[in-house]
């Protein structure tokens, strides 16, 4: 097989989608108005965001008026964590989250500590699952918000959101999911869910990057977190990013429009990959849940392979995958998300996600089939522990 460029990092980001490109064409060009201005400049742009926002509200079966525009996901994270804390903290300042969340929420949840709020962060089961009873168990009445993520960017492991929504719903606890994952891979009804707060971000949805979106349902006290002009209804100043809102609104309506069969085509090809890896590389792990799991994620631990090594080899193959989250790379600490499924820290470095996108095919696969044994086994050949244990007892 010659050469390739394959790309598995896809819940690091997407491409922009051709269709999404076209759309914002126009706004990075001729149509530069500012949305607030009141000629028609202003009001074209202004048509456009109107346009994108009832695009986004009907993909996740909300009003247009509960949706605003945000600079990325994590400020979507950050405003709906921080934002609802501040605004009632007059009734209770305790939260609720999970030890494998997003770092925009895990340390937003930290900052908050500082500032004297009591945060409990949920352990979750080896499939990295929460359990609802633990949730519903940790409410006390000083409990002002809940926020667990929908899908996991590592593992992805997909969360019982609909029963954590109707204990929120019953114990009157503000409920707010990460779904920037989740988007574009499960269907998404805030309504269904129960959810009260809900992030998504463009560039995880073949959108552009640097745009995310914030669904706040009616009557949320929620406090701002960006001050200035009367943009987004007074909620969240500075001029809007015309273009990538727009682009947001083709990027939400294609994932809604395509979901089923993305989802199936992401399925097939995830698991030909989980089964080919299994039959082909001994001492594997697969991280996540078995089925409960987005469709476009493989997670394996190797055992004695340092996972920054594999991304190495990987990527001189011409193959990009990552050893976690992007956010984590660079850094030699393990992932905080497999080590809460409770692999050892060797396990945990020994990590590899790839994460699949519409740009890839059935070819994709057999080449990183044909090329990661053999990379799996040079890397191994080089362990001493390898071969003290060869033939003897592993631990996975
Ligand atoms: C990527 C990601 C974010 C952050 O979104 P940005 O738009 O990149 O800031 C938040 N949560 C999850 C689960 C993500 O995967």
Same mark, same amino acid.
């Given at each position: 097989m010659e050469k390739r460029r394959i790309y598995v990092d896809n819940s690091a980001t997407t491409p922009i989608h051709p269709q999404v490109l076209e759309e914002m064409m126009p706004y990075l060009t001729e =149509?530069? !108005? &500012? @949305? =607030?201005?009141?000629h028609f400049f202003g009001r074209e742009a202004r048509k456009a965001m109107d346009k994108a926002r009832e695009r986004v509200a009907l993909g996740l079966g909300a009003?247009? *008026?509960e949706i605003y525009f945000t600079g990325s996901g994590t400020e979507a994270d950050n405003w709906a964590v921080k934002g609802v804390a501040f605004a009632n903290k007059k009734k209770g300042n305790h939260i609720i989250t999970t030890k494998i969340e997003h770092h925009a929420i895990l340390h937003t949840c930290e900052y908050l500590e500082k500032q004297g709020f009591d945060v409990t962060y949920l352990d979750v089961d080896e499939y990295g699952l929460v359990n609802p009873d633990d949730v519903e168990n940790a +409410? &006390? %009445?000083?409990?002002?918000l809940i926020s667990v993520m929908?899908? &996991? &960017? *590592? +593992? !992805?492991t997909i969360q019982p959101i609909e029963e954590i929504g109707k204990i929120a719903k019953k114990r009157a606890v503000y409920f707010h999911t990460d779904a920037v994952q989740a988007m574009g891979n499960v269907d998404i009804n805030v309504d269904k869910l129960g959810v009260d707060l809900l992030s998504i971000s463009g560039h995880k949805i073949m959108g552009p990057k640097g745009i995310g979106a914030l669904y706040v349902r009616k009557g949320t006290r929620i406090d701002n977190l960006i001050h200035g002009g009367a943009q987004e209804r007074k909620r969240r100043s500075g001029t809007e990013n015309v273009a990538a809102v727009v682009g947001m609104g083709k990027a939400v309506q294609l994932a809604v429009e395509n979901l089923d069969q993305h989802v199936r085509k992401m399925t097939s090809l995830r698991d030909a990959l989980i089964d080919g890896i299994k039959e082909r590389i001994p001492h594997v792990r697969l991280n996540g849940h078995p089925s409960q799991r987005l469709a476009n994620n493989v997670n394996f631990s190797f055992e004695f392979v340092e996972g920054e090594a594999l991304l190495l080899s990987l990527d001189m193959e011409g193959i990009a995958a990552s050893s976690g989250s992007a956010c984590t790379? !660079? =850094?030699? %600490? @393990?992932s905080h998300v497999l080590l809460a499924i409770g692999l050892s820290h060797e396990t945990a470095h020994g990590s590899l996600r790839m994460s699949l996108g519409e740009i890839n095919t059935r070819e994709d696969i057999d080449y990183i089939l044909d090329k990661l044994p053999a990379i799996v086994e040079k890397l191994r050949a080089l362990s001493p522990l390898f071969k003290q244990c060869e033939g003897g007892k592993v631990s996975v």
């Open positions: =149509s530069y !108005g &500012n @949305p =607030s201005s009141i009003k247009t *008026e +409410i &006390n %009445d000083r409990t002002i929908f899908a &996991n &960017n *590592e +593992i !992805g790379s !660079g =850094s030699l %600490d @393990p």
